[in-house]
């Protein structure tokens, strides 16, 4: 019924062994039966006693579900690997100098690289930092790239998150629960490590220090609390970094500063990662109904007191209508050619564009230019002609909501399933952190479609997770 | 023309609250047509820190009150030498890209009565005459929305203005902001001071009006609720996109207390 265009398989290339997968043919093909359904079941067990699920929005059932996790590891050769982390910390630098820029004097679009309108008049652009420069100049201190593989040396960029990109604590986990489940293999293969993730990133938090900070700099992760979808991960950074998860009850603006409360009386926090939303961040400056912030908190970052991670107004780069113009923004501030691809698309907004997509839904992939979680989008060929033309009026209503993409032939990986083992189509989120260095933890989080010829990996649409492989030289 | 600016604000609550934190927006800038010559905010028992000069040229202070709080008075006295300046903002420093106010606000988000009203405004204007359509768009509000206190609160839209035709000066900011908008001309909110002489029929010494931002010209003030541009009885306090985002106080009290607020202000010249 539907089609599946021809896709990558990154373990078997025209029915042959591709080399990073030779550690795992034997494993998987010599594990019997029962052993599987054990493994499997233990691992669902580890991860339900450490309580990382994810909540799940507007599908109804329960909510801490976990998401599935695939037992059969995803794996990149070294040499993979290093073009890959070329491309994604360029990617990296030149969206935080986007921003900069953005904020600043705005030489790309003087220069007339990026239209002026589609920076100032989006809904991510925050006048309320216009003019303030960031310690280290960085905006987005943490930039999750969302990467799809068509091919042996194909690797196209579907988005950019610039904000709070979650899903870190399950590039740990995974690692963490393959290595106590399969010792073996970490003994037969060499892969590299992934659990300094942490530790780089409570540097690169500290680097980024205000220039009122004296010595060691305090940090806390500011949380909405335990009814978001990602507090598991919240309270997993913090425990792995050693520094307070707060609520926006826990802190308050005093003078100068930003002060938590704790047993021993105020102490003075100047680096805050916050897993707020913009605009719920300060009722003085963003939303006035936000109990989930903290009072005057924008006014001593703007003053310098504090720094906040990602840095309000972080957002404006990582929209669907800006992604367009990520590669003009490598060439623009650094002077290069971009390393990873845009996948071509279509604006909406333009009526040429638009005009376009119309005529091939059937072939496209429709996001909303806001969207995320694989929420509001149309997958053209995995869709009924009634869908589709539901979807068409909803783009003829608001056509600047849109943009469109060919539908992408994602590579599969093998996945465990009812039958053994099949591919499933994968992609792949690494965190690239960005303070002082511009650095990436060789791995990141692969999600793996696992309905059979699904293209949606996302976990709030049944995706589910995958260990990420590096491989030593 | 001096002027002095004599502005108190008192909040009472009803029971001890906790703490008190604001942003405050009391200090006039120095534009062409305003000279601060003295200026003093004060408030008794608070500490006033994380101070800056944003981007788009207005000085802010946070207040913070530790509690128990039951009252806070904010004090504001200084005097101002101004010149009339036609309205056009000169002189001013601010960075802020004048595009950055294309995008309305929840108070300033046109309706399909605003944008007609805009429409039938500058119909017969000359397409790229920006100042000539600012005129007839304020105008425009001027007749549309008749003076009339009481008959709006602070949370009012510029639509919900129209539609009753009836509003205080805010409500004729938002709705010329949003009238420009439609028109794809940056406008902003100021709010401020405004000098009557004792015959003038409006005295409303607490002000707001509408800039708009005009090729060649810059920033231009217009006030619909008086029909006119700002001249030498005007003193400008701060700006944004709308009433909540200019406020020359914006705060939370954090506690479960009613807050009552009293506000009184006057401004007077100072003959020479």
Known sequence: MSKTPRYFNEMFENGKLRPPYKGLEGWARDMPVDLRTMKQNEAEALFRRIGITFAVYGEGGDPDRLIPFDMFPRVFTDTEWRKLERGVTQRARALNAFLTDVYGRGEIIRAGRVPANLVYCNEAFERAVVGIRPPRDVYSHIVGIDIVRTGPDEFYVLEDNCRTPSGVSYMLENREIMMRMFPHLFQENRIAPVDSYPRQLKRTLASVAPPKCEGEPVIVILTPGSMNSAYYEHSFLADMMGMELVEGQDLFVDGDFVWMKTTEGPQKVDVIYRRIDDAFLDPLCFRPDSMLGVPGLMNVYRSGGVTLASAPGAGVADDKAIYTFVPEMVRFYLGEEPLLQNVPTWQCAKADDCAYVLEHLAELVVKEVHGSGGYGMLVGPKSSAGQIEAFRSKIEENPANYIAQPTLALSACPTFVEEGLAPRHVDLRPYCLVGQDVVLVPGGLTRVALTEGSLVVNSSQGGGVKDTWVLAD | ?272
């Open chain 2, 1 to 272: 023309m001096r002027l002095t600016v004599t502005h108190q604000t008192v909040y009472r609550f009803d029971e001890p609250m906790w703490g008190v934190v604001q942003s405050h927006r009391l200090t006039p800038a120095r534009t062409a047509s305003q000279t601060v010559i003295d200026w003093t905010v004060s408030v008794e028992g608070g500490t006033s820190g994380a101070a800056f000069r944003d981007a788009a040229g207005d000085w802010i202070e946070t207040l913070t009150v530790r509690g128990p709080v039951t009252e806070i008075t904010i004090d504001v006295a200084g005097t101002v030498e101004t010149e009339d300046t036609a309205g056009v903002l000169r002189g001013h420093r601010e960075s802020m890209p004048p595009r950055a106010y294309l995008r309305p606000s929840r108070a300033t988000t046109p309706d399909a009565a605003l944008a007609a009203l805009a429409e039938k405004a500058v119909e017969k204007i000359a397409l790229g005459d920006t100042l000539a359509a600012a005129h007839a768009l304020s105008h425009a509000i001027t007749d549309a929305i008749a003076y009339t206190p009481g008959e709006t609160h602070a949370q009012t839209t510029a639509a919900e203005a129209l539609a009753q035709g009836k509003g205080v000066c805010q409500d004729h900011a938002h709705a010329l902001i949003a009238a420009a908008l439609c028109r794809e001309i940056p406008a902003r909110y100021v709010a401020g001071y405004l000098y009557s002489a004792a015959d003038e029929a409006m005295a409303e010494a607490s002000h707001a009006w509408a800039e708009l931002y005009i090729p060649d010209l810059g920033w231009v003030g217009f006030d619909p609720a008086n029909a006119c541009c700002p001249d030498e009885r005007y003193i400008r306090l701060g700006s944004g996109a709308d009433a909540a985002e200019a406020a020359p106080i914006r705060g939370i009290a954090l506690g479960e207390g009613q807050e009552a607020l009293d506000v009184s202000v006057a401004v007077e010249q100072v003959q020479q």
